[in-house]
């Protein structure tokens, strides 16, 4: 649950005094958490308030910071990993430095490091060596600041970007002497739907379906924290589809929301079309699903035609109505399978309003089941997600809380 987004209040560790990492947690405490997040193209930092226990956790937003690198990608159709990586490692300093200075955590001094701390990061810093001098920079002008974690994704996404986040907070675990926690980027968005006030009513077991540019799954959660991945797609996924389909109809990346907005046009003109495109794997028993023969069959038709704008509506609305049926009909036959009590919708395609509606008119056949979904701003890539599963991780496992010198790899497929 989002309490409120701001400044951390005036004494806000005098209740922390007692708190000893590793034992077991005390809810009446608070913890403050630092989240990092670089799986794509986002480079983004966040620092949260964190308290209560797993079944009913409390947060608050205190630092926010996210660079996106989209408009630097746009010329490539696409995102490209060693750009991805270069940004990320330009952008991540500045980033904490301002998210820091957000939760007035930032406070300029001489900080001395020693000279075994300096070999460690200079190590775990190997494969970004640009970011070692702006790191120690940074390191040796900032006082360490009170805070309890960090949080870092380890996957999956593009592994040359995960490995500047993962460097970074490992660099951070060891000049702050603060634990680093490390989680799946998918699991950051089921948990992303905590940070609205109503997702305090989210009774288990979930239903989460996970929409994104990489990614397109259902995912049945018993327990908190606890998933089996019971559908994917087996090619593309939905937000790519989105994407390809644009560059067809002429329009540049990122084309998803663009085709969103034609197919609206068209959807509140109510026009008829003639066009017509399949629903792959409809009729399928199971969970999975496929959109490459949909991304396909609206090239075959568009190919050599000269589109006007009228045309690109229509099947901008038809492809929707495409990805509508067969995202809706697979989550109502996995609903009535497995029984959920909630139903999580999250990724960065579920920032489509028209799909929120589907869904909520979907749910309301199967009260009192509710549906939950991230606010706009967070159904995109970002560190507060990042920060959220973290505190949850760490409420189950306080062991995380101790040090440890244990390697964190990028994973790219990384599965929940």
């Given at each position: 649950m989002l309490q409120s987004t701001g400044n951390p209040k005036q004494n806000l560790r005098s209740s922390t005094t007692n708190f000893v990492r590793g034992k077991k947690y005390n809810y009446l405490f608070t913890m403050i958490i630092v989240s990092i997040e670089t799986s794509c193209d986002e480079?983004?930092?966040s620092i949260i308030e964190a308290?209560?226990?797993?079944?009913?956790?409390?947060?608050?937003?205190?630092?926010?910071?996210?660079?996106?690198?989209?408009?630097?990608?746009?010329?490539?159709?696409?995102?490209?990993?060693?750009?991805?990586?270069?940004?990320?490692?330009?952008?991540?300093?500045?980033?904490?430095?301002?998210?820091?200075?957000?939760?007035?955590?930032?406070?300029?001094?001489?900080?001395?490091?020693?000279?075994?701390?300096?070999?460690?990061?200079?190590?775990?810093?190997?494969?970004?060596?640009?970011?070692?001098?702006?790191?120690?920079?940074?390191?040796?002008?900032?006082?360490?600041?009170?805070?309890?974690?960090?949080?870092?994704?380890?996957?999956?996404?593009?592994?040359?970007?995960?490995?500047?986040?993962?460097?970074?907070?490992?660099?951070l675990s060891i000049a702050w002497?603060?634990?680093?926690?490390?989680?799946?980027?998918m699991e950051g968005h089921i948990v992303s739907v905590l940070m609205d006030t109503k997702a305090i009513e989210v009774t288990y077991p979930v239903l989460a379906l996970l929409v994104s540019g990489g990614h397109t799954e259902l995912v049945y959660s018993p327990k908190p924290l606890e998933y089996t991945v019971i559908g994917k797609t087996r090619d593309d996924a939905v937000g790519e589809a989105y994407d390809k389909v644009a560059r067809m109809l002429g329009i540049p990346y990122p084309g998803g929301p663009k085709i969103a907005e034609l197919a609206d046009s068209a959807r509140n003109e109510a026009v008829v079309t003639h066009?017509?495109?399949p629903r792959p794997m409809l009729h399928t028993k199971d969970y999975h699903f496929s959109f490459s023969g949909l991304k396909t069959s609206v090239l075959y038709a568009t190919q050599d035609k000269k589109l006007s704008e009228p045309d690109k509506a229509h099947i901008?609305?038809?492809?929707?109505?495409?990805?509508?049926?067969?995202?809706?009909?697979?989550?109502?036959?996995?609903?009535?399978?497995?029984?959920?009590?909630?139903?999580?919708?999250?990724?960065g395609?579920?920032?489509?309003?028209?799909?929120?509606?589907?869904?909520?008119?979907?749910?309301?056949?199967?009260e009192p089941m509710k549906v939950y979904f991230p606010t706009q701003e967070?159904?995109?890539?970002?560190?507060?997600?990042?920060?959220?599963?973290?505190?949850?991780?760490?409420?189950?496992?306080a062991s995380l809380l101790q040090m440890s010198n244990a390697p964190i790899v990028a994973n790219g497929n990384l599965s929940l």
């Open positions: 480079t983004a930092v308290t209560g226990p797993i079944e009913s956790p409390a947060f608050t937003v205190l630092g926010n910071a996210l660079y996106s690198q989209i408009a630097l990608h746009a010329e490539y159709g696409g995102v490209f990993p060693t750009l991805a990586k270069r940004e990320h490692t330009k952008n991540i300093v500045p980033l904490t430095i301002q998210a820091l200075t957000q939760a007035h955590l930032c406070t300029q001094t001489t900080h001395t490091l020693t000279e075994h701390q300096i070999t460690r990061i200079k190590e775990i810093l190997s494969r970004e060596q640009d970011l070692i001098p702006i790191f120690f920079d940074f390191i040796e002008r900032t006082a360490k600041p009170t805070i309890d974690a960090l949080a870092v994704t380890y996957g999956p996404g593009l592994e040359p970007a995960l490995w500047v986040g993962i460097g970074f907070a490992r660099a002497n603060i634990p680093v926690v490390p989680i799946n980027h066009w017509k495109f901008a609305l038809e492809f929707e109505t495409a990805i509508r049926d067969v995202l809706v009909t697979k989550t109502k036959h996995a609903i009535e399978a497995y029984n959920p009590r909630s139903l999580v919708i999250a990724g395609v579920i920032s489509n309003t028209y799909l929120r509606n589907q869904f909520e008119t979907l749910v309301g056949q199967y967070l159904s995109t890539d970002n560190a507060v997600m990042i920060g959220v599963a973290g505190y949850l991780r760490i409420t189950k496992n």
